[in-house]
């Protein structure tokens, strides 16, 4: 049959009104959602005072249990990365001859930070044990040159002359000065809250025997590091900043509670212990007993295992350890582009820092054991079919500030849910941001 004008208007007139029934139908059918910020009643919050460190103890806390700082590779988004303040002097003698010239060092020590967070950002394999099944996890955190923040002009990046204490000399050595902090009292800069790299030459006199060992060592002294290198050998178009990346994180990693790896008491059991005697493949007889990982001896120290990492980040999230004063306060400002959005049922039996909005989706339960620091002006939106439990853990704000606060959905059907247990509390809030 052949369409007149008429039968195609009727037919374009008809799929118009069965448009709008379906939308009239659809909108007087959609569940009504209501939204309320929860009281202060409803969210456990009493008149003491909040305490971000909880009084379990240690056999039955599982904020203290380092496999639960494992990095979970289904949920990367809940593992945010975080960015440890550095400031880097570079000490040299009086007249100037024992370290690396003062105009040069702007763009060497960018080289130098450049070289160790690629390091971090490309965490290997591990060597040993030979054909091994460790996986490689991420190592979620990275440096960041920081300078005094009343100083627009200070970049975090500092050069010192002094004959006294320019050096360093290793231990059981005339004159060793290993483990002094003369140099940290002296030069250090915001020593409690930016951790303060000195690049210190091997003393001249040391050098000129035979007998001293120059390469490159370091140590780590509880907020400060010393690194020394001969950087006259070193320092050119072929090698220069990429030599300092494994002796560096192999003292940061001190730092934030590593040991060395080829011990039986570093905490690890990826980390099987060895003789540390191999230093490179290269050596007959150590193509498969060359370890690789960065609290090893060795020529490359670039492998970090699943629990080294999640003992750096224990001590990185818990308040309890000066090491947390390091990280650059990204934890304080909201960024909604880093809403977590909960779909499953999820445990964090660890401290967390969010940096965005947490959302518990229909048919989510997250449970929360330890504390969790939400930034400035976030909220946590608990939906319909969703619910929160807080376990013993708790949510705050980490910087002094205030956040908004447990909102619930609800329709005629259901709720979000809220259940506290076993001491479970919120604070620092305003209450949807009155």
């Known amino acids: 049959m052949t369409s007149t004008p008429n039968n195609r208007m009727i037919t374009i007139q008809h799929l118009i009104c069965t448009i709008c029934t379906v939308l009239l139908v659809g909108t007087a059918c959609s569940p009504q959602v209501e939204r309320r910020f929860l009281s202060l009643e409803e969210m456990g919050v009493g008149p003491t005072a909040f305490d971000a460190t909880l009084t379990r103890s240690k056999a039955n806390d599982p904020c203290r249990q380092q496999e639960n700082y494992e990095i979970d590779l289904d949920h990367l988004d809940h593992f945010p990365m975080q960015y440890v303040r550095i400031n880097i002097h570079w000490m040299n003698s009086e007249d100037s001859t024992q370290n690396i010239p003062e105009a040069e060092i702007e763009a060497y020590t960018r080289d130098i930070v450049f070289a160790l967070n690629y390091a971090l950002e490309n965490n290997k394999k591990s060597w040993i044990p030979h054909n091994n099944d460790i996986p490689i996890h991420p190592t979620n955190f990275r440096y960041v040159l920081t300078g005094r923040p009343e100083d627009p002009t200070d970049d975090g990046i500092y050069y010192h002359y002094d004959d006294s204490l320019y050096y360093y000399v290793h231990w059981r050595r005339k004159h060793s000065n290993l483990y002094k ?87 690890c059991d990826d980390t099987p212990r060895h003789n540390n005697r191999c230093w490179s493949r290269d050596v007959p007889g150590c193509d498969t007993l060359t370890s690789n990982n960065v609290m090893d001896y060795a020529a490359l120290q670039l492998a970090w295992t699943p629990c080294q990492i999640s003992r750096v980040h224990r001590r990185l999230m818990n308040p309890r350890y000066a090491a947390r004063n390091f990280l650059e306060p990204r934890r304080c400002v909201l960024d909604p582009a880093a809403t977590i959005t909960i779909r499953e049922v999820i445990d964090w039996d660890c401290h967390k820092d969010l940096l965005g909005h947490l959302v518990i989706a229909p048919g989510g339960v997250l449970t929360i054991r330890c504390n969790i620091s939400l930034p400035e002006n976030a909220k946590v939106t608990i939906r319909p079919g969703g619910k929160l439990i807080l376990d013993g853990g708790s949510l705050y704000q980490d910087c002094g500030l205030t956040w908004q606060g447990i909102e619930v959905e609800q329709t005629n059907e259901e709720q979000g849910q809220l259940e506290l247990l076993n001491g479970g509390r919120v604070d620092n809030i305003t209450l949807g941001n009155e």
């Open 181 to 267: 902090r003369d140099v940290f009292d002296k030069y250090g800069v915001q020593l409690d809250t930016v951790l303060n790299l000195f690049m210190m030459p091997h003393h001249r006199d040391s050098v000129a025997s035979k007998s001293y060992p120059t390469e490159t060592v370091g140590v780590a002294l509880r907020n400060a590091v010393k690194v020394a290198a001969p950087w006259k050998e070193v320092y050119g178009p072929k090698d220069t900043h990429w030599r300092y990346r494994g002796v560096i994180n192999h003292e940061i990693g001190h730092i934030f509670s590593l040991r060395h790896a080829w011990t039986t008491s570093d905490g």
